[in-house]
């Protein structure tokens, strides 16, 4: 079920927003139609653009939208919820490898990746890593300033996607240090995330 929103409600500047996975009982929750964008690399090798890759060890990183907003108003902040289920890779794993606290952005794990020459118990631990369902509930809110000539706004949270071998696997991070929303040309839109 993909998840979209339309404006509910307008009170006091504000438009909140909501989706059909948010209508979801206590008992049940919808699956989040999760639409990655392109990913990019996070290690080129300097000599001639080739690809660095210890241990056999490829990291990217990109973009997954967990919701589609159509703007149809402008001058009016947006405030919503996403709330469903995703099915990934446990990204928590992958920050034990380098002793990261969960809330880290995914940038610093990109870094100390960079900084492994080994990559060998990175290696072993995407080999053990099994997909997981990961239930979210998280408030968003985007400031009218921001939200000027934006007719199309996608809220979601950063992938870490591995090859190692001829396998690919993905790891959502969903933490607010790891969170952002896109407009209609990809542009990045600042946007604040209720506490985990």
Known sequence: MAVTAGVLALAGGTLTAASPASAASASGSSI??????GFTILLPDSRGGRFAAAENVTAFHGFSG??????QSQGFDLEGTIRG???THDYKALYNVYNLPYSAGFSI???RFK???????????FEESNTISVAIDIKFKV???????VSTLRIGFETLRLQVDGTTK?????NGDSGGAKDQNNNDIPVDFEEF
């Not at 967990?66 to 703007?71: E, G, Q």
């Not at 900084?115 to 631990?125: H, I, N, P």
């Open 170 to 174: 993905d790891f959502t991070v969903v």
């Open 32 to 37: 989040i139609n999760v639409t990655n964008d």
């Open 143 to 149: 400031s009218a300033a921001n939200l000027r000539g």
């Open 85 to 87: 289920t995703i099915t």
């Open 66 to 71: 967990f919701k589609n907003i159509v703007i």
């Open 109 to 111: 794990w990109g870094a």
């Open 115 to 125: 900084a492994d020459a080994s990559r060998s118990v990175l290696k072993k631990t």
